[in-house]
T-cell receptor
Framework: SQQGEEDPQALSIQEGENATMNCSYK?????LQWYRQNSGRGLVHLIL?????REKHSGRLRVTLDTSKKSSSLLITASRAADTASYFC???????????FGKGTMLLVSP | ETGVTQTPRHLVMGMTNKKSLKCEQH?????MYWYKQSAKKPLELMFV???????ENNSVPSRFSPECPNSSHLFLHLHTLQPEDSALYLC????????????FGEGSWLTVV
């Protein structure tokens, strides 16, 4: 069954605005990862946050993790048109061998 | 360039054809994966190989046949496919199968006519 669920399914913003995407999951995790996919291309790893971490930054990306609520958020600050892509969360479930991907959030950043 | 190379990038095949997708990783990883991505559907894990042994097969129809001759190469052999098998097939690798970062290839777009 699908573990991570991203919300919203689609998000449309203007350049310069911040974009926030959320991911909820159902069971205990070891880590949670965010990936980006440009249309028709492969997924690219953005950031990994471990279950004992609450927040992580990478450039304009900020990821938070709340294990009590079983949720994570990805914030992209000062968005650019080049940020237009689909964003997926992937969970490393405790006791399970491979990552489980969500359905993704499609982000459109208009110039 | 992610270190995972897939060929061909695009493939059109008839339902009676036999073709293969090829994947090669240059990262020294021990685990390799095939994923299927269809329009408006979540990413589906098809097969997982760890040290050239298949460790996961998620109820994939037998018309898809994987082969992992060594830790750097992974194939997906296709035969008697259906139009609903048209999708983006993504190969990926990771250091091991235990929750590591996964590195994806650019994918092979498959159209079955």
């Amino acid at each position: 069954s699908q573990q991570g669920e991203e919300d919203p399914q689609a998000l449309s913003i203007q350049e310069g605005e911040n974009a926030t995407m959320n991911c909820s999951y159902k069971t205990s995790i070891n880590n949670l990862q965010w990936y980006r996919q440009n249309s028709g291309r492969g997924l690219v790893h953005l950031i990994l946050i471990r279950s004992n971490e609450r927040e992580k930054h990478s450039g304009r990306l900020r990821v938070t993790l709340d294990t009590s609520k079983k949720s994570s958020s990805l914030l992209i600050t000062a968005s650019r048109a080049a940020d237009t892509a689909s964003y997926f969360c992937a969970t490393d479930l405790s006791g399970y061998s491979t990552l489980t991907f969500g359905k993704g959030t499609m982000l459109l950043v208009s110039p | 360039e992610t270190g995972v190379t897939q060929t061909p990038r695009h493939l059109v095949m008839g339902m009676t054809n036999k073709k293969s997708l090829k994947c090669e990783q240059h990262l020294g990883h021990n685990a390799m994966y095939w994923y299927k991505q269809s329009a408006k559907k979540p990413l589906e894990l098809m097969f997982v190989y760890s040290l050239e042994e298949r460790v996961e097969n998620n109820s994939v129809p037998s018309r898809f046949s994987p082969e992992c001759p060594n830790s750097s190469h992974l194939f997906l052999h296709l035969h008697t496919l259906q139009p609903e098998d048209s999708a983006l097939y993504l190969c990926a690798s990771s250091q091991s199968i235990s929750g590591n970062t996964i590195y994806f290839g650019e994918g092979s777009w498959l159209t079955v006519v």
